[in-house]
């Protein structure tokens, strides 16, 4: 296999004695919309080509409902939601409900079983919780409901995110990315020149 990585073989149930995770104190509060994950994101930000997924926060403050509206443009078979925009729309929404709990993580695995199929015209309302986090470890899940809230279930996900700190970005996005976010040239390249 030569240099292929080796494919952790964990599971991403989380441990049994797991404290509950809490809200963030900087998170928005329940009843509240959330904040996109970046101004280019292509699950919730409101760009061409973005699913413009819309989330809001639970009363516990740390769950999250999410709204897709599933347009023509987001077909696999005819009339029909494409399986792996429905992931995107669980990578999405499960990742906002991490952001109710840390700062920014990024996803590592994440399985998803495809209950019904998704016609074109439905909005999706998606359920997303952190279960548990251990360490830098978040263990997160989802329900994905067709046309409302506790309707017809779609499809159901599981995700495990790690949590990065900015050296992640710093890293590996594009350095014109993060100058325009505010980071300077020196910066990067120190955060790229360490081990
Ligand atoms: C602000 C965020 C917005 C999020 C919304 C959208 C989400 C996204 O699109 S994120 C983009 C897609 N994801 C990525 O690009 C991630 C690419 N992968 C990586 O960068 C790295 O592999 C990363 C950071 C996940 C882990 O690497 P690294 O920091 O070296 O940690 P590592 O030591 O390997 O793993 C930490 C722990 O997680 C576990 N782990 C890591 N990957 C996996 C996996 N695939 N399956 C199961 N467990 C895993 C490890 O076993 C380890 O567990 P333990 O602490 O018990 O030993």
Not at 65 to 75: I, K, T
Not at 100 to 110: E, S, Y
Not at 131 to 144: E, L, N
């Amino acid at each position: 296999m030569g240099n292929v990585r080796r494919v952790p073989t964990s599971t991403i149930e989380p441990p049994a004695d797991a404290e509950a995770p809490r809200r963030h104190p900087k998170a928005p509060g329940p009843g509240e919309r959330t904040r996109e994950h970046h101004s280019q994101c292509r699950g919730c930000a409101d760009v061409p080509g973005s699913l413009r997924i819309r989330s809001w926060v639970e009363d516990d403050g740390v769950s999250v409902r999410s709204r897709f509206d599933v347009l023509d443009e987001h077909q696999g078979g005819p009339g029909l939601l494409h399986g792996g925009l429905l992931m995107t729309a669980f990578d999405d929404a499960l990742g906002t409900a991490h952001t109710q709990v840390v700062r920014a993580a990024v996803t590592a695995r994440m399985e998803t079983d495809f209950r019904r199929p998704v016609p074109v015209g439905t909005t999706l309302w998606l359920r997303s919780r952190v279960d548990a986090v251990v360490g830098r470890k978040v263990y997160t899940s989802g329900v994905a409901y067709l046309g409302e809230l506790d309707g017809e279930v779609a499809g159901t996900a599981r995700a495990l995110f790690v949590k990065v700190g900015a050296e992640h970005f710093l890293k590996h996005s594009r350095p014109e990315d993060l100058e325009a976010l505010g980071a300077s040239r020196e910066v990067i390249e120190a955060a790229r020149a360490a081990p």
